[in-house]
């Protein structure tokens, strides 16, 4: 057995983890590597879509690997193949599918660029929330996951879309791998294209072995619903991968039970995610910020907006459901409506359409109401959603009368709507996500919060520039990560008992050679093949 981490060794995110063996190759998720796309690129320098495969190939974020890219991603005008040739990395190779372990992009973005008969295989909730974000962002060559928009080229050998009044989009091929049951809401929405072109699809399958090897999926607790975990049976044994997880979510539970139950397949290697790690010698005491889980969120938000006197606006993650469902609970309890923007109204449609008996239709929820930002126009699915929710639609002049009446979620790329809310003494913005990463993120929180003072709107929770921008020590316990800390992490994977470690999604891996003596730990180098 030969394993190959194409991304995600040294770093965190943009996993790329090609095994093969007996004559199948597959790859436990295909994502976007965001530590390599921004030392390239930036809001307005992106890839050109109109070189295809050029740009991530060259920078690279994409292994070179002939026969698995989509034909119509080479451009004639450019010598792919000589590139491809000249990597010294190079090989030739057919792959039998991808194993998704949940939506993040980090995680799919980049099965965009796979052939589309390559299988995919997850959970209905990943496959669900996929087409639902690949829907809401049309144009972006990187997000198209579940469905492809063919290409062609112009006259000038450059790549543009076919004409999307001649030629469908074409569906990829999605297996659900222990799914319980599929729903016709779910298989109806799988078919129906959200732009305007025709798509043509496969249904959603049940199939539960790739090229014949034996697969496992489990549930596990992480910052989006439907996250999952793998087991494949292979001739040397059982080859596990984590995907990203966490015990600190609601759903906690589900990640000790698939630590349990992986641990009676007597594993041969367990692939490991490792992003709370801080340091080879991460001190694994559990302080304060360690012990906080969704429940303190909950309450502390709560208290948040029980004691607001004018507008809240929660700003969470993208397709961070868990959270807005908390924020739905905390509306419903202190007799506020909670106004969604249009993409979190189609993407909890669509998970309630897999799941319906956990999350109620947004169109019917009483407390769910739609804002409709500014904008000159719209997509072909916004229109239909608006068309649909107009009964229930708001926008910031509807939230102005009424302040103490609402909840808006939104985040800091929507915060020039505040200028036509114009915001009661005593609003607040309560910050529910992660804390600053990059330069970037700084700048945009210096931005917000400038437009916070600019209308008087109390920050709770938003990262502060006097400490770094990390969230001062008072106002901790309005986010927890979607990943666990050391001892936890530690702790499963002692539990799961494996012959072999192999860590990822990490930039200490030295960390789990230090803490884990008592097993072989393999540290995985970008594009290098381990042999088992």
Same mark, same amino acid.
């Given at each position: 057995m030969q394993l190959t981490v194409y991304d995600g060794a040294g770093t965190i995110g943009g996993n790329k983890i090609l095994v093969e063996t007996q004559g199948t190759a597959f790859s436990f998720d295909f994502g976007i590597?965001?530590?390599?796309?921004?030392?390239?690129?930036?809001?307005?320098?992106?890839?050109?879509?109109?070189?295809?495969?050029?740009?991530?190939?060259?920078?690279?974020?994409?292994?070179?690997?002939?026969?698995?890219?989509?034909?119509?991603?080479?451009?004639?005008?450019?010598?792919?193949?000589?590139?491809?040739?000249?990597?010294?990395?190079?090989?030739?190779?057919?792959?039998?599918?991808?194993?998704?372990?949940?939506?993040?992009?980090?995680?799919?973005?980049?099965?965009?660029?796979?052939?589309?008969?390559?299988?995919?295989?997850?959970?209905?909730?990943?496959?669900?929330?996929?087409?639902?974000?690949?829907?809401?962002?049309q144009g972006d060559f990187e997000k198209e996951v579940c469905y492809k928009i063919p290409k062609e080229e112009n006259e000038d050998g450059f790549i543009k879309s076919s004409n999307f009044?001649?030629?469908?989009?074409m569906g990829r091929p999605f297996h659900l791998v222990n799914p319980g049951s599929v729903g016709d809401r779910l298989q109806e929405f799988w078919k129906t294209s959200a732009a305007g072109r025709e798509l043509v699809s496969h249904p959603l399958t049940e199939l539960a072995e790739i090229n014949g090897l034996p697969i496992r999926r489990y549930t596990v607790d992480h910052s989006i619903f439907g996250s999952s975990a793998f087991a494949v049976e292979t001739k040397e044994g059982w080859v596990v991968y984590t995907g990203d997880m966490r015990l600190s979510g609601r759903k906690g539970h589900l990640t000790k039970s698939f630590a349990e139950a992986v641990s009676k397949l007597n594993p041969v290697v367990l692939i490991t995610e490792g992003t709370r790690i801080y340091g080879e010698d991460d001190a694994i005491d559990v302080g304060y910020n360690d012990q906080v889980n969704e429940d303190n969120v909950f309450q502390n938000c709560l208290n948040a907006v029980k004691n607001a006197k004018g507008l809240v606006i929660a700003d969470f993650g993208p397709r961070n459901l868990e959270r807005l469902l908390t924020f739905l609970e905390i509306a419903k309890q202190t007799g506020r409506k909670l106004a969604v923007m249009s993409k979190d109204a189609y993407i909890l449609e669509q998970v309630h359409a897999a799941i319906p008996n956990e999350v109620a239709d947004p169109l019917f929820e009483e407390t769910i109401v739609l804002f409709r930002d500014v904008k000159s126009?719209?997509?072909?699915?916004? =229109?239909? $959603? /608006?068309?649909?929710?107009?009964?229930?639609?708001?926008?910031?002049?509807? +939230?102005?009368?009424?302040?103490? %009446?609402?909840?808006?979620?939104?985040?800091?790329?929507?915060?020039?709507?505040?200028?036509?809310?114009?915001?009661?003494?005593?609003?607040?913005?309560?910050?529910?996500?992660?804390?600053?990463?990059?330069?970037?993120?700084?700048?945009?929180? =210096?931005? $917000? /919060?400038?437009?916070?003072?600019?209308?008087?709107?109390?920050?709770?929770? +938003?990262?502060?520039?006097?400490? %770094?921008?990390?969230v001062r020590d008072d106002e901790k316990g309005y986010h927890v990560s979607g990943h666990m800390m050391a001892n936890d992490l530690l702790s499963i994977i002692r539990t799961i008992n494996p012959k072999i470690v192999v860590p990822v999604h990490t930039e200490h891996p030295g960390f789990f050679k230090k803490q884990l003596e008592e097993y072989q730990v393999f540290v995985p180098q970008r594009g290098k093949k381990l042999e088992f």
């Open positions: 590597s965001y530590s390599i796309w921004s030392s390239y690129f930036e809001e307005y320098l992106k890839p050109r879509a109109a070189r295809g495969i050029l740009d991530p190939f060259t920078v690279g974020m994409l292994p070179p690997i002939d026969g698995i890219y989509r034909d119509d991603y080479f451009p004639s005008s450019v010598d792919m193949k000589a590139n491809f040739e000249a990597h010294p990395e190079f090989r030739k190779l057919e792959l039998n599918g991808i194993l998704l372990s949940h939506a993040h992009l980090d995680h799919s973005g980049h099965i965009s660029f796979l052939k589309e008969n390559i299988p995919v295989y997850c959970s209905p909730l990943t496959a669900a929330i996929s087409k639902a974000v690949q829907d809401t962002s009044k001649k030629v469908p989009a126009s719209m997509s072909t699915w916004e =229109k239909v $959603l /608006l068309d649909k929710y107009g009964h229930k639609m708001i926008d910031g002049r509807t +939230v102005r009368k009424s302040q103490k %009446d609402y909840i808006v979620c939104m985040s800091f790329l929507d915060i020039n709507e505040l200028i036509d809310i114009n915001p009661d003494e005593g609003s607040v913005y309560i910050y529910s996500s992660s804390e600053a990463y990059s330069e970037e993120q700084k700048i945009d929180f =210096k931005r $917000l /919060l400038n437009w916070l003072r600019l209308f008087n709107v109390k920050p709770i929770g +938003v990262p502060d520039p006097s400490c %770094d921008f990390k």
